[in-house]
């Protein structure tokens, strides 16, 4: 099975810009969940998509939106960068069983604002 | 509290050493543990799960010890190697209406050959 697909794998915006990143999850997974990564902050969670819905949104202000497709491809769009938004945006897609499950990452977008 | 604290920040050992990764956790709510490795220009990569009414899984040379009762768990490495140098990261996830997982801060493993 092909792995989770982001792109692109580089961008450098300007502030004030908006940008959107793009996700193929793993086929058959319906779940695409994002992450900031951050040398400071680590990895903190943006939000989650299941069948086209957004059921979990972390603590990132609203200019940090996304969605998802009805083929689960998954789009993240940030409006008016930050320089503070240089960071790498990570997509995962799950297969949540009831009880949890484990998140298949994609090797990520570097977004560098200048 | 929702937050996973990870220790150490980094760790280096000689070869055929044992790393140990602790993680500590305040809700109770969790249901999954699991550790990830990342290599750089990689996203994470999962190494190793366990639930919480398990107390020691093992997968090869890793293995994650967990203590239900303080609220801890870690990971250990046996015969590290080289290869083995990444950053790994614990995690805590669990169901409400949909999953949710976060990460410990990290920490940087480096295995001397």
């Known amino acids: 099975k092909a792995g989770v697909t982001q792109t692109p794998r580089y961008l450098i915006k300007t502030r004030g810009q908006q940008v959107t990143l793009s996700c193929s999850p793993i086929?058959?997974?319906?779940?695409v969940s994002w992450y900031q990564q951050t040398p400071g902050q680590g990895l903190q969670f943006l939000f989650e998509?299941?069948?086209?819905?957004?059921?979990n949104k972390g603590n990132f202000p609203g200019r940090f939106s996304g969605r998802q497709f009805s083929n689960s491809r998954s789009e993240m769009n940030v409006s008016t960068l930050e320089l503070g938004d240089s960071a790498l945006y990570l997509c995962?897609?799950?297969?949540?069983?009831?009880?949890?499950?484990?998140?298949?990452f994609g090797n990520g977008t570097r977004l560098t604002v200048t | 509290q929702q937050q996973v604290k990870q220790s150490p920040q980094s760790l280096i050992v000689q070869k055929g050493g044992i790393p140990i990764i602790n993680c500590a956790y305040e809700n109770t709510a969790f249901d999954y543990f699991p550790w990830y490795q990342q290599f750089p220009g990689k996203g994470p990569a999962l190494l190793i799960a366990?639930?919480?009414d398990v107390s020691e899984k093992k997968e090869g040379r890793f293995t994650i010890s967990f203590n239900k009762s303080a609220k801890q768990f870690s990971l250990h490495i046996m015969d590290s190697q080289p290869g083995d140098s990444a950053t790994y990261f614990c995690?805590?996830?669990w169901g409400t209406g949909g999953f949710k997982t976060i990460f410990g801060a990290g920490t940087r493993l480096f295995v001397k050959a």
């Open positions: 998509y299941f069948s086209e819905t957004q059921r």
């Open positions: 995690a805590a996830s």
């Open positions: 086929s058959g997974h319906r779940s």
């Open positions: 995962a897609s799950s297969l949540f069983s009831r009880t949890g499950g484990s998140l298949h």
């Open positions: 366990i639930r919480p």
